[in-house]
């Protein structure tokens, strides 16, 4: 978990995807992502996250004051033929 740089970025960030059929058949995925940066251990997170989150977390917030307020946003789109 803590080797990939990904977990750091989405956690456990909830994707929302709209789908737009169009006449000629062709299907278009919007995906949309909002997360926030937080990494401190709670209720609702994996223990594994929460052990790590234990050390690094502390780390970040307390020792290097890093915001809890820094937000992820996120788009793509799909389209399928």
């Known amino acids: 978990m803590a080797g990939n740089p990904l977990t750091w970025t989405l956690r456990h960030a909830t994707v929302q995807t709209d789908g737009i059929v169009k006449e000629d058949g062709t299907i278009i995925l919007n995906h949309y992502v909002n997360d926030k940066l937080d990494l401190r251990p709670g209720p609702g997170h994996t ?31 799909n389209q399928i033929h």
């Open 47 to 77: 223990p594994a996250y929460n052990k790590i989150t234990t050390v690094l977390g502390g780390a970040y917030h307390d020792v290097l004051r890093g915001s809890d307020k820094l937000q992820v946003h996120g788009f793509c789109s």
